[in-house]
């Protein structure tokens, strides 16, 4: 079983809030990307979408499952969607930090339609995932996340890895 390399290919840190980052010019020689954020809105829904090289089309397909301490766990499936959504389903409290994982694979080949997995971990005792699919065979060269509520306060941080086989 081959040994997995992480690279950090770029960080951008928010030094004004802003409702969306983007990532361009992602290199192609990886096998998958990572990208790690640390978010921080201000509003009580925080949330972010993904759109692969500016594609704005109906072309996603979504699946999520919330779960906070309520106890309450919900769960939707989207199709014919214009990106990938990362949502919190806990409405009390504002200006709480998310950390959200979002693994893209097989990014750069162009056989195949691209998958997308994101999770996330909220500190008002949250937590959820969304499974993805793009449907172009197109390799990844951009990512844009865009906040759904408001903006993405001053200091969230968003970082790209690149997954290599050593």
Known sequence: MPLLT???????????????????????????????????GNSANIGCTLQLNGDTTTVYSVTQCNANQSPSITSNRYTAQSNITLTSNYTSGTNEWTSVVWNIMNYANTTTNKNVLA????????????????????????????????????GSIFTIYGIRAA
């Open 6 to 40: 992480y690279d950090a290919i770029a960080t951008t840190t928010l030094a004004a809030a802003t409702s969306s980052v983007t990532f361009s010019s992602v290199p192609s020689n990886y096998t998958d990307l990572v990208v790690v954020c640390n978010i921080k």
């Open 119 to 154: 999770r996330y971990a909220r500190s008002t005792y949250e937590s959820g995932f969304s499974a993805g699919l793009w449907r172009s065979t197109s390799a990844i060269n951009q990512l844009v996340f865009n906040s759904i509520a408001n903006s993405f306060a001053i």
